[in-house]
């Protein structure tokens, strides 16, 4: 018994030390290490090793989870192959050189909760495909080089909590469908060249804690309903053709009120709003 015992873990074991992740994963992986001149990286791979060695890789179940290569000196284009890993959470390219514009097979991703790919290269316009992530919860792309339009599609991503697009070349208006995304709580599309007025929609997203718009040609009035986010502590929409030009918005005052400054020709002033 005890000799059928030890057979039973030795096999558990054995299974357990060759477990891989699938060959299709792999070699998506292998694809982005190729397109963005992965023996050059800080960290780079070794591709002789298990893919859950490989640094910045993140292996669950047999399943690559999570990709973390931050300041790793990637340069070059994101390959196509990058939608194969399709069991993806979280997906952290920040701070490298990759250039391009973003594959919509990236529109695969479906599990994705996590996608930042800020202070890279990336040109082109936003692909609307990335409406259909539905379970993302963060959007990272600042400081990029996009230009277009905000995609509606964004608009169907229900879960966001944090939406980071400043620091492109974004035109057109925000959307006024913004409101549907209620669990908001970071928005910044500041840097830009956006447009019109700055919709009174936002006012709906009740858990907005940060609005950062400066920098962009908005125009007309802030919205008074802003008076309602209760939980906003951050806003900042200088810099653009606004009616009155808003130095600073802070919330570091008593409950329920919002402190506004203002800027004018001969003087600075300043107003608080009480929330009701």
Not at 23 to 30: C, D, G, P, Q
Request: net charge negative; proline share 4%.
């Amino acid at each position: 018994m005890k000799t059928l015992k030890l057979i039973v873990i030795c096999f558990f074991v054995t299974a357990y030390s060759f477990a891989e992740v699938s060959l299709t994963e792999k070699e998506a992986l292998v694809a982005l290490y190729n397109a963005t001149n992965g023996a050059n990286w800080n960290s780079t791979w070794d591709l002789k090793m298990p893919v859950n060695t490989w640094h910045g890789v993140v292996v669950d179940n047999d399943k690559v989870v999570e990709i973390n290569l931050q300041f790793n000196n990637l340069e070059g284009a994101l390959p196509e192959e990058i939608g194969l890993l399709v069991n993806l959470k979280k997906m952290n390219l920040g701070f490298n050189k990759i250039s391009g514009t973003l594959p919509t097979s990236i529109a695969n991703l479906k599990e994705l909760k996590s996608l930042e790919l800020f202070m890279n290269r990336l040109e082109g316009s936003i692909p609307s495909e990335l409406g259909s992530l539905t379970a993302l919860e963060s959007l990272k792309l600042y400081s990029n080089k996009f230009t277009g339009e905000i995609p509606l599609a964004l608009m169907e991503l229900t879960n966001l909590k944090e939406l980071l697009l400043g620091s492109n070349f974004l035109t057109g208006h925000i959307p006024h469908q913004i409101y549907a995304l209620s669990k908001l709580e970071k928005l910044s599309l500041m840097d830009n060249k956006l447009r019109g007025e700055i919709p009174v929609e936002i006012a709906q997203l009740t858990n907005l804690e940060e609005l950062i718009l400066s920098t962009n040609q908005l125009t007309g009035d802030l919205p008074m309903e802003f008076m309602n986010l209760r939980n906003l502590n951050t806003m900042m929409v200088s810099d653009n053709n606004l009616n009155e030009e808003y130095v600073t918005v802070s919330g570091n005052n008593p409950p329920g009120i919002m402190h506004l400054e203002l800027q004018n020709m001969n003087a600075t002033a300043e107003m608080d709003i009480e929330k009701e």
